[in-house]
């Protein structure tokens, strides 16, 4: 089935007997991973009410051109820029005919016109007012400007007539729908990285950590993301927002990730390593800050669970990569890695460069498997996570 993963649609309704069929639509559009907001025209409240559509789509439901609440009352461009499909469904006789000449009447066809996404119809009328010179008309005009149709279906109508003009079932507009978009490398994989440092508390006050900025596990959740994946970023505490369409789950110590990483295996297909995680804690933390002494200060620690390890020694293991940050013999270091862990593939790269270490805006790796290695040249983390995402999905496409 295609998917809607990581896409926000923006679901239309106009005011036909055909609005009842909206919920069905919001939850065949969530079944394939979209997330789903409302707008309403005065007419289908008439058949369905806004209150039934929020508790489906779980997102307040719009019905105002003129917003108080939305951000400088704009909240038709809010909406606008959000949708990546505006979908309207039903859509009248009286909407085609007003969306064919540009009318920016109420909310819904003023967001028609304010979006640079998609626009996908699914006309709903009485067999006669479809079969009318008038609609055609404004039909093939809609269509000559590039915007999708699917249906009218054929068949018996609430007025009694028999023929076209009923409005498309929910299951067949969103599979209308997802075949817009290119469903990516990854396509309704679901992965989970990890990324950024862990802190390790000695006190209230102080802890234990690294340098890491999460910058290139951040790169990685984008390009994930961007390739069709259903990501959650398991992210210890850095200063950099989670990228659009991926779940954010933040935790401070690395006992906090392993229990947030094996919550999320079951329903995980791809888990990529990426964090710095502390390989030590403190052996017992102090409820009150420590007191400076005149004399030194012992600290016993102890070892963090190995999450890569876990992971890949799961019942459910996914497909496992690992993060091999060396300062010295890298490749060695990341084939013992490799191989000590059960990993199926290893991204190594030397932080003692500091072009491409900690903090850097880049990277240069080289990506090991079981039977072969890839260098990456010096690039944007961006740039290198797009790459390592496309290798994941290669090999993982081999496994299946």
Not at 221 to 238: E, F, H, I, Q
Not at 337 to 344: I, T, V
Not at 386 to 393: D, F, M, S
Request: aromatic residues 4%; negative net charge.
């Amino acid at each position: 089935m295609a998917h809607l993963f990581n896409r926000n649609v923006l679901l239309g309704v106009s005011g036909g007997i055909a609005a009842y069929k909206s919920a069905e639509l919001i939850r065949q559009l969530q079944e394939r991973g979209a997330t789903v907001r409302v707008i309403m025209t005065h007419g289908a409240q008439e058949f369905i009410t806004p209150l039934t559509l929020q508790a489906l789509s779980g997102n307040p439901v719009h019905t105002q051109l003129l917003d108080e609440k939305a951000e400088l009352g704009m909240g038709h461009i809010e909406l606008a820029r959000w949708a990546d499909l505006l979908l309207i469904a039903p859509a009248t006789a009286d909407l085609v005919a007003r969306l064919s000449t540009g009318r920016a009447d109420d909310l819904l066809t003023t967001v028609a016109l304010a979006t640079a996404a998609p626009l996908m119809l699914a006309p709903a009328m009485n067999q006669q007012m479809w079969s009318d010179n008038a609609t055609a008309s404004n039909i093939s005009t809609l269509a000559e400007r590039g915007v999708h149709l699917v249906g009218p279906a054929e068949g018996q109508q609430a007025c009694g007539d028999t023929g076209p003009g009923r409005m498309e079932e929910p299951a067949a507009i969103a599979d209308a729908a997802a075949s817009l978009f290119d469903n990516g490398l990854l396509a309704g994989k679901r992965v989970v990285i990890t990324a950024g440092p862990t802190r390790e508390a000695l006190d209230p006050v102080r802890y234990l950590s690294n340098n890491s900025s999460g910058k290139m596990g951040y790169a990685l959740a984008r390009a994930a993301t961007d390739a069709g994946g259903v990501t959650t970023l398991v992210s210890g505490p850095v200063s950099l927002t989670p990228p659009d369409h991926v779940t954010h789950r933040g935790v401070q110590s690395a006992r906090e990730m392993l229990e947030t990483c094996l919550e999320l295996l079951p329903e995980c297909d791809i888990f990529i390593a990426c964090a710095a995680v502390a390989d030590y804690r403190p052996a017992t933390t102090e409820d009150r800050k420590i007191k400076k002494s005149a004399g030194e200060m012992t600290l016993q620690l102890v070892r963090n669970p190995d999450i890569v390890t876990a992971v890949s020694g799961n019942e459910h293991r996914p497909y496992t990569v690992g993060f091999a940050a060396e300062t010295n013999d890298v490749l060695s270091y990341a084939r013992d890695k490799m191989a000590g862990k059960g990993l199926d593939m290893i991204v190594a790269n030397d932080v003692s460069n500091q072009a491409i270490g900690f903090n850097s805006e880049d990277n240069a790796v080289t990506i090991l498997w079981r039977d072969g290695e890839l260098a990456l040249e010096q690039a944007s983390k961006d740039e290198i996570a797009r790459q390592i995402v496309a290798l994941i999905a290669e090999k993982t496409l081999i496994h299946t």
